[in-house]
């Protein structure tokens, strides 16, 4: 096979090299390796070229460059590209002395190149990307090619240094060394005396910088007037990223230095370049805020500004309405040296400290195809003008601050595919048209405050395409998905993480009540027009115009949940001469069964009264200005949030991470057994909560808990539960996966031991800060199993960190700090004990809640709280 092609390639250099005899006054025209297409192609015009072209000779064909080629002394262009050629390029190219271009790029080449090819001072273009390549260049060889124009030997094997002498090469325009193992620093006289030079790619080496001196070769760069790309990402540059880069060429399109560890802020100037197209710079350690400027840069089409330490607010951005800048006009450069594989518009802005909303004019960015914000720190609604970015095809806002609802708008955006809300405070029902868009195939959700019903088509039925974890009131979907049944009267679920509390009137409220009722007065409960129950003393009713004016007329921006039976928004009113910040539940009486709740909230927040139970002040039951029927639960507002977002969402405080300590997180366990002793010794009939979980704790401004939402508490010694009851669904919803007592999912009656059991769980999360539902444990571990296997000798390693690192201000000896440290392992592990025997297996195992209640209050006694 190598002799045929040796006898092939003889036969049509000599025709060539009759050519060039004829012609020797052939003009040397670079020619881009496209022209040269075909299996074999030799020059047309016979006046102005000599050309050898060889490309693709046939698949799998493996061979070698034969020696005599060199004999072909008056050859001007050889093109072998794209073969399988695996052997040394021949000494003998050494005597090609008119040699212009040499295309050898994506062959398998091994070997140091000859020094021989050094010696073509004609050779202007030498392409020899794409083998295997070894050795270092000559440090005089940019003398040696005074002509050389393209320089391009990317990916190959090829060390050492970029010899600085390159920068003598008045005529260069490409330098490429992409993914070799360069290694030194960058020349920093490369571009000073270099107009020509438009591409500088040394993207994938291991070049160095480490001061302003090394970094010198930007400055000199922003002389060439040409420069089209510089690219030095995947290197070990370090060191501050000088404000040249602002003084560069206007015509520069891309600029990359991602995946180093480059510090220093993005200069203003950087708007001056107008031209960019895209600008890559993910993977380092910048920092500062984005320069509003980027928005001059009106042709951006690729923004990765990812894995930084950005802070500040997202600059209005305005993506380009074209192409790719490789589509413009004639460039010297073939368009496959920028090795861009995909042609796609981008905005990355991942893994920063970037705080604000997302401003609407994310609108304006209609061609983008993708768009990540993960990790930062952006807080606001999900702007509607979202669903005008019609070309999104990746859109991810993982782990920040937003909050609100999916806007409706997002129906609009037909081309998702992929689609990651995870991790943010998102509420409201997982919008139906979801399951409707055919192409998302991820879809991530979980981690937020969503409710309600999931839906049961499109990517939902997927459980490994979509995740809904971390929502606690969710209910129904794909069975895979594993959540609890949804009533027939949820449809639109009840939040009980927002920070007011709604506590939902519930049937089976009002089916309790009429049992306890008529246990004792075997009367019928009235339905329409109730009691209002509240003493007129302490609760002054209130008037629908009275509402309306609190919540500013039911505005959205004071809409602060949407529950099962209505919404609620935050308002101010006054009660008794008195300001207050409420939470205003107002029913939706168009949902079946809604009078009935309104009747048996009432009535139902009637029986009970405690310090740590959420109270009601007032409620409203008359007309609205339609003439509608309107009724409203108006309850106190608690403004610290929930005990879930205070022990999982890292709550900040002036940039200062605020954690409970020891001390709170035991006072709160304390009166959360306080409320639930108050239940269960309720008269006539013991109330079971039936919800304890993490977001059903609210805190005051004091960090006293109460305990909030009986939208699933039941009064025990109820007669059976009757046929209206099953038939909405509540018998099936006894609790949150991960509190709920194991035996009820065994369909045991609801009792005062499964009450205790979703305590033990939560004395287990409050002092591990792992939630029952940690995937940690496993599928056969619990968290249950997780700490009493660890106890008492392990303990440490299961105990919240933030409970043993808790700001300690030390004034003492290390020594006392361990001492200190022993003392609260052991007031946690008699915690532990009190959780573990709290989630017992067996309903009678477990203790009574008030022993609970009795014995975290001897602890609390027993270790002087101020040493901890
Ligand atoms: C390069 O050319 C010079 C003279 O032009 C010659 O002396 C030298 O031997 C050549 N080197 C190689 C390696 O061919
Ligand atoms: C390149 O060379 C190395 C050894 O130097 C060899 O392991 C590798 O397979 C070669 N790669 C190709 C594509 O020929
Ligand atoms: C550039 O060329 C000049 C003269 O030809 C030479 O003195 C100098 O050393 C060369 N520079 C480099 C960096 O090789
Ligand atoms: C730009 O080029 C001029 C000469 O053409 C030179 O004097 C100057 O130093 C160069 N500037 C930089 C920043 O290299
Ligand atoms: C950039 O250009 C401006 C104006 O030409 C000049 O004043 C400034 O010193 C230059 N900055 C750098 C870092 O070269
Ligand atoms: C950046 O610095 C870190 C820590 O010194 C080091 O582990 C990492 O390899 C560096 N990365 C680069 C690309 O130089
Ligand atoms: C990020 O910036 C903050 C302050 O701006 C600084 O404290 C922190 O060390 C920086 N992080 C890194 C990884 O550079
Ligand atoms: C969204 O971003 C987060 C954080 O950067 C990442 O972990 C997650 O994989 C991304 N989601 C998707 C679907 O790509
Ligand atoms: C579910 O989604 C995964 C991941 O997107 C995909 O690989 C798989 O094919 C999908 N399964 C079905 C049945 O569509
Ligand atoms: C969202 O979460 C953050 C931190 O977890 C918290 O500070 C903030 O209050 C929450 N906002 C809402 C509306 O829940
Ligand atoms: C929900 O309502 C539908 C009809 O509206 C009924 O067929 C179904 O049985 C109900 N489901 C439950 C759990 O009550």
């Known amino acids: 096979m190598a002799a045929l092609l040796e006898c092939f390639l003889l036969a049509v250099a000599v025709v060539l090299v009759a050519h060039s005899a004829a012609a020797p006054a052939a003009s040397r025209l670079p020619l881009p390796p496209a022209a040269a297409a075909g299996d074999v192609s030799a020059g047309s015009d016979s006046d102005r070229l000599a050309l050898m072209a060889f490309k693709k000779l046939s698949n799998g064909f493996v061979g070698c460059i034969p020696e005599s080629l060199g004999d072909l002394q008056f050859l001007e262009a050889i093109s072998l590209a794209d073969n399988k050629l695996r052997c040394r390029i021949p000494d003998s190219f050494g005597n090609l002395h008119e040699l212009v271009e040499l295309y050898l790029d994506n062959n398998e080449l091994e070997g140091s190149l ?27 060889m940019g003398d040696r090619l005074p002509n050389l124009q393209q320089f391009l030997v990317s990916k190959n094997q090829f060390h050492g240094l970029i010899p600085p002498s390159l920068c003598n090469l008045s005529m260069i325009q490409v330098i490429q060394t992409v993914d070799n193992f360069l290694s030194g620093t960058i020349p920093q006289c490369l571009g000073r005396n270099q107009k020509m030079l438009s591409v500088v790619n040394f993207d994938g080496n291991q070049l160095e910088a480490t001061n302003d001196a090394d ?30 880069i602002g003084n560069m060429s206007t015509q520069l399109e891309y600029f990359g230095i991602t995946n180093n560890n480059i510090t220093g802020t993005i200069p203003e100037s950087i708007g001056n370049l107008v031209n960019l197209d895209e600008l890559d710079m993910e993977n380092n350690l910048l920092m500062g805020s984005l320069p509003a400027s980027l928005g001059n840069l009106k042709k951006l089409n690729r923004l990765s500004l990812s894995n930084n330490n950005f802070s500040g607010s997202i600059p209005q951005l305005s993506f380009r309405n074209g192409g790719p800048f490789l589509q413009q006009p004639f460039r010297p450069i073939p368009k496959e040296l920028f ?14 400290r970037l705080t604000g909303n997302l401003p609407s004019e994310v609108g304006n960015l209609k061609n983008l195809d993708e768009l990540d914000l993960s990790d930062n720190k952006i807080s606001g609604k999900i702007p509607t003008t979202i669903g005008e970015c019609q070309s999104l095809q990746y859109l991810n806002l993982s782990g920040n601050f937003l909050e609100g609802t999916i806007p409706p708008s997002l129906e609009q955006l037909r081309g998702l595919l992929v689609l990651d809300l995870s991790q943010n405070n998102l509420s409201g029902t997982i919008p139906r048209f979801l399951g409707s868009m055919t192409g998302l195939s991820t879809l991530n959700l979980s981690s937020n405050y969503f409710e309600g019903e999931v839906p049961k088509d499109g990517i939902f039925l997927n459980a490994t395409a979509t995740s809904v974890m971390g929502n606690n009131d969710l209910c129904g979907g794909a069975p895979q998905l594993k959540l609890p049944k949804c009533s027939n009267q949820t449809k639109h679920g009840l939040s009980s993480k927002i920070i007011i509390i709604i506590i939902a009137g519930s049937t089976i409220l009002f089916l309790i009540l009429f049992t306890c009722f008529a246990l004792r007065r075997r009367t019928k409960l009235r339905r329409a027009n109730p009691k209002i129950p509240l003493s007129d003393e302490q609760h002054m009713r209130v008037s629908y115009a009275q ?28 009660i008794s001469d008195q300001q207050m910040v409420v939470a205003v539940k107002v029913l939706n009486l168009q949902q079946a069964g809604a009078y009935r709740s309104f009747d048996a909230e009432c009535e139902a927040l009637r029986c009970i009264r405690h310090r740590n139970l959420v109270k009601i002040l007032t409620v409203c039951s008359g007309i609205d200005f339609q003439g509608s029927d309107f009724k409203a639960l108006v309850f106190e507002f608690l403004p610290n949030g929930n005990l879930d977002q205070w022990l999982h969402k890292h709550l900040e405080e002036e940039g200062e991470p605020k954690v409970l300590n020891l001390v709170e997180r035991l006072q709160i366990a304390i009166d959360v057994a306080s409320a639930l002793e108050y239940l269960h010794q309720h008269k006539p009939c013991p109330i079971v909560h039936c919800d304890l979980k993490p977001s059903n704790i609210l805190l005051d401004n004091d960090m006293v808990a109460h305990v909030g939402d009986f939208g699933l508490a039941r ?16 018998n099936a919803i006894r609790g949150t996966i991960g509190y709920v007592a194991p035996e009820y999912g065994l369909g045991n009656e609801v009792s005062i031991h499964g009450d205790v059991y979703s305590y033990g769980i939560l004395l287990l999360e409050m002092f591990t800060g792992k939630r029952p539902t940690n995937s940690e444990f496993g599928e056969v571990l619990t968290l249950h199993e997780y700490v009493e296997t660890a106890l008492p000798d392990q303990t440490t390693s299961v105990i919240d960190q933030d409970l043993l690192n808790a700001t300690w201000n030390s004034e003492g000896t290390a020594q006392k700090y361990h001492h200190i440290e022993e003392i609260r392992t052991e007031c946690i592990v008699s915690i532990l004990k009190v959780g573990i025997l709290c989630s017992k297996e067996i309903p009678t195992d477990r203790m009574q809640i008030g022993d609970a209640l009795r014995e975290l209050q001897a602890i609390r006694d027993r270790f002087d709280t101020h040493q901890l």
Not at 222 to 237: A, F
Not at 339 to 352: G, K, Q, V
Request: hydrophobic share 40%; net charge neutral; proline share 3%.
């Open 114 to 140: 000859p020094i021989s090819l050094f010696n073509l001072s004609s050779l202007e273009m030498l392409n020899i990307q794409d083998n295997n390549l070894t050795g270092v260049f000559p440090p005089d």
């Open 215 to 244: 970094w010198g070769f930007l400055s000199s760069l922003t002389n060439c007037s040409n420069m089209i790309l510089i690219d030095v990402s995947i290197n070990k540059l370090q060191g501050v990223l000088p404000k040249a």
């Open 339 to 352: 090795l861009i594989s995909t042609i796609s518009s981008f905005l990355y802005l991942a893994h920063n």
């Open 547 to 574: 509402l309306s004016k609190a919540t500013n007329r039911f505005a959205s921006e004071n809409l602060i949940g949407v529950g099962s039976f209505g919404a609620v928004y935050k308002g101010r009113i006054g």
């Open 715 to 730: 009064f025990l010694h109820q007669e059976h539960s009757n046929s209206s009851d099953k038939s909405t669904g509540w």
